[in-house]
């Protein structure tokens, strides 16, 4: 990147000076870092002898050489290059285009060992949406809800409640002297405040009842009550809470909750194609499906099943296959002699699904 004077700055550029390595002919050249840098040419040009003989060699050398005596002794260590002069180069590492590994699970990330960090960072970068309404999911914490409410709420006088479920059976009495008993004084029934110590019979629970941890004013000054408020409700409302405000009716202003509901929380797991977690539904990780090609399997469809219409089937290997299928026919009332187009679909299904729904071939 030019600076002001207009000349690149040397920590952003590899300088390679008379590179000589093999059949290059003393090149100069500047190959800036941070980007992506492909070298073409035809057979015999020095591609290689310029990215892995002289880059890479170079950059592997350097990287060894920070090393003590005795680990050197351990690394495969390649030639230095024949070149007068190289500057700025970084530690290096070369992936070459053959692969000795034959499966579809081995890639740049598997090979580098690159697979393994990027398991971690990205469930701390996650960011999740409702599948739904499309709002930003994610966990809160004492500390993010006090932001929150700082941010919203200053110098507003507020409850902060948990909800804790109702059985059909529960009286009045015995929850109102129990939460009395537990230090809470009142609790937040649709949308009117109810003290525990004067129990009203007249009310019906809907299921479950809001109970207020604290009546507080958000300020700077209460911070310290404010998160004790929000750990406890968290706790015992089992990771959700929620904020509502004395004076309107009706309204909670907000729920918060520490998980990642209706999401399931992000893990290494499900950035590994290892784990049933984060493998692809349709390959289930392996990269690649295994199927049947009905067309391939039967290429003419006018043979007869006798004739050889399902290619598999047909050879020594398939022999033994072609004459259990000619068996069956006889069994079921199907015609080996007619065409494959002559059947009907119902034997043509029978054929190829058998009794089970499932590919006989």
């Known amino acids: 990147m030019p600076t002001k004077s207009g000349k690149v700055q040397d920590h952003q550029v590899i300088r390679i000076r008379g590179a000589q390595q093999h059949n290059l002919k003393n090149i100069d050249l500047d190959v800036p870092i941070g980007k992506l840098t492909v070298i073409t040419g035809p057979s015999g040009s020095g591609k290689s002898s310029l990215a892995f003989h002289t880059l890479y060699a170079e950059g592997q050398r350097r990287y060894v050489e920070t090393f003590s005596p005795y680990v050197r002794q351990f690394f ?9 002069r190289i500057e700025g180069i970084p530690p290096a590492i ?3 285009q053959k692969n000795t590994i034959r499966t579809t699970r081995s890639t740049v990330g598997t ?9 971690l960072l990205y469930p701390r970068l996650a960011t999740g949406y409702h599948p739904d309404t499309g709002k930003e999911v994610r966990p809160e914490s004492p500390s993010s ?7 919203n709420l200053k110098d507003e006088t507020v409850f902060i409640t ?3 479920p109702l059985p059909a059976e529960t009286s009045i009495e015995d929850l109102f002297s129990f939460l009395n008993n537990q230090g809470y004084l009142r609790i937040l029934l649709n949308g009117e405040v109810y003290r525990t110590d004067t129990p009203d019979c007249s009310l019906t629970f809907p299921g479950q009842a809001e109970v207020i941890q604290d009546r507080v004013k958000v300020s700077e000054r209460n911070k310290a009550r404010l998160i004790e408020a929000f750990e406890n409700a968290l706790r015992f409302g089992k990771g959700t809470c929620g904020i509502a405000h004395p004076s309107k009716k009706n309204t909670q202003i907000r ?3 520490t998980s990642w509901a209706p999401l ?10 290892n784990s049933p977690l984060g493998a692809c539904d349709h390959c289930r990780g392996f990269g690649r499906v295994i199927g049947l090609d009905l067309d391939k399997a039967i290429p003419n469809h006018l043979l007869s099943l006798k004739q050889g219409a399902i290619k598999p089937f047909q050879g020594e290997r398939g022999a033994e296959c072609q004459r259990d299928l000619l068996r069956h026919c006889r069994e079921v009332g199907v015609d080996p002699n007619l065409p494959w187009n002559e059947l009907t679909p119902e034997e043509q299904d029978w054929v190829k699904y058998g009794e089970r729904n499932q590919p006989v071939f």
């Open 111 to 119: 090979l580098t060992e690159i697979n393994d960090y990027l398991k």
């Open 264 to 273: 399931i929380e992000p893990s290494s797991s499900l950035f590994s194609f």
């Open 162 to 164: 948990f909800t804790i």
């Open 94 to 96: 070369a992936i070459e």
């Open 255 to 257: 729920s918060f909750s």
């Open 76 to 84: 495969d260590r390649m030639d230095k290059p024949n070149v007068d």
């Open 145 to 151: 809800i006090l932001r929150w409410c700082l941010n």
